[in-house]
């Protein structure tokens, strides 16, 4: 028996991008744009339930630009002119336009709030960009 522990893995930037690009694949799976969700409370395990929708951007059709760097950058985000409730946002969840999970994040380490993750029922919120790094460790 041979046992081995890998401790640093290193992909090639093809890896990175076919890794990248099949994120964006998911996103654009549904008939129109997916779906960013901004949520208070405290994050499921990934796919779970919802907990408290307090915003809903809508990206373009194409969500992404295909990744040739190990960076996926997203199209134009439509704004959510008016915040369905009042909270702080913990966690978002992206998926596509049919409401299939494609990928949870917390709110402070994969996605910057400015200038606060206060959000107020009724009033705008906006995202004016959004960027997925993939990289060696």
């Given at each position: ?11 090639p930037i093809?890896t990175l ?8 694949a998911?996103?654009d799976?549904?008939a129109?744009?997916a779906?960013i969700?901004i949520?208070d409370?405290?994050r499921p ?7 408290n929708t ?16 190990g960076?996926?950058t997203?199209?134009a985000i439509t704004d959510?002119?008016s915040?369905?409730?009042?909270g702080t946002g913990?966690?978002f969840?992206?998926?596509d336009?049919s409401g ?7 709110i402070?380490?994969d ?6 993750a ?6 705008p919120?906006?995202a004016s960009?959004?960027?997925i790094?993939?990289?060696?460790a």
């Amino acid at each position: 028996n041979i046992k081995a522990k890998i401790m640093t893995i290193s992909y090639p930037i093809t890896t990175l991008n076919a890794r990248l690009n099949a994120i964006a694949a998911l996103a654009d799976a549904g008939a129109t744009g997916a779906l960013i969700l901004i949520q208070d409370g405290t994050r499921p395990a990934t796919g779970g339930a919802l907990t408290n929708t307090l915003a809903t951007l809508v990206m373009s059709t194409t969500a992404f630009i295909t990744s040739t760097v190990g960076v996926l950058t997203a199209n134009a985000i439509t704004d959510d002119s008016s915040a369905a409730a009042s909270g702080t946002g913990t966690w978002f969840r992206v998926t596509d336009s049919s409401g299939v999970v494609v990928m949870d994040g917390d709110i402070g380490t994969d996605m910057v709030i400015t200038p606060s993750a206060v959000i107020t029922a009724a009033s705008p919120v906006s995202a004016s960009a959004m960027t997925i790094t993939s990289a060696n460790a």
